[in-house]
């Protein structure tokens, strides 16, 4: 069975553009969470999707955004780039939701200059 | 008040020794219980969750629940050098909206010294 699955895996932009990155679920699992992990603060959720609805965001403001399409894979979009957002972005699936086992894909290393 | 605390290390313990990693959470509403490895370089695996008060064992592993005291811990028995490695402790919230997010403490760092 495929795990989660990212793309891309790095990128390095520079402060004021946009990024978005893509997150490829477990077959047959609904729900796609996002979170950023910095060495400062750690992991960090940012939002969760089930059957296509956002049904949480973390405190995050309102540059970061996502959405998810009726396959289940999501994406996540950060607009007008700051250099503390370079961070790595993790995307996991579950079968239901967060209160289930969560299996997290590789990541995204992204890098603000 | 951090919602998840864990101790920041580094944990040091000797091979064939008990890693014991702790954790506590601040909504008494919590329901479910997470505790993830991750190595330096990886994405967080999980290892063991927990959603009743008491002990639940896999193998090397156990994690210990007690709602009652916010208080969620795991043991690692006959650690190796291979369990050197970041732990997460997260935790599910209850109530609304926060069914649907997962907070991590910032985890301890697990050193297995052979």
């Known amino acids: 069975k495929a795990g989660v699955t990212q793309t891309p895996r790095y990128l390095i932009k520079t402060r004021g553009q946009q990024v978005t990155l893509s997150c490829s679920p477990i077959?047959?699992?609904?729900?796609v969470s996002w979170y950023q992990q910095t060495p400062g603060q750690g992991l960090q959720f940012l939002f969760e999707?089930?059957?296509?609805?956002?049904?949480n965001k973390g405190n995050f403001p309102g540059r970061f955004s996502g959405r998810q399409f009726s396959n289940s894979r999501s994406e996540m979009n950060v607009s007008t780039l700051e250099l503390g957002d370079s961070a790595l972005y993790l995307c996991?699936?579950?079968?239901?939701?967060?209160?289930?086992?969560?299996?997290f894909g590789p990541g995204t290393r992204l890098t603000v200059l | 008040q951090k919602e998840v605390e864990q101790n920041s290390g580094p944990l040091s313990v000797p091979e064939g020794a008990i890693a014991s990693l702790n954790c506590t959470y601040s909504?008494?509403?919590?329901?479910?219980f997470f505790w993830y490895r991750q190595y330096s370089g990886k994405s967080p695996e999980l290892i063991m969750f927990?959603?009743?008060?008491g002990d639940k064992e896999d193998g090397r592993f156990t994690a210990q629940l007690n709602k009652a005291s916010q208080y969620v811990s795991l043991l690692i028995r006959d650690s190796q050098p291979s369990d050197s490695a970041t732990y997460l402790c997260?935790?599910?919230?209850?109530?609304?909206?926060?069914?649907?997010?997962?907070?991590f403490g910032k985890g301890t760092l697990l050193t297995v010294n052979p």
């Open positions: 909504d008494r509403g919590s329901q479910s």
């Open positions: 997260a935790v599910n919230g209850n109530s609304g909206g926060s069914n649907y997010k997962l907070t």
């Open positions: 999707y089930f059957s296509e609805t956002q049904r």
């Open positions: 927990i959603y009743s008060n």
């Open positions: 996991a699936s579950s079968l239901t939701g967060v209160y289930n086992e969560q299996f």
């Open positions: 077959s047959g699992h609904r729900s």
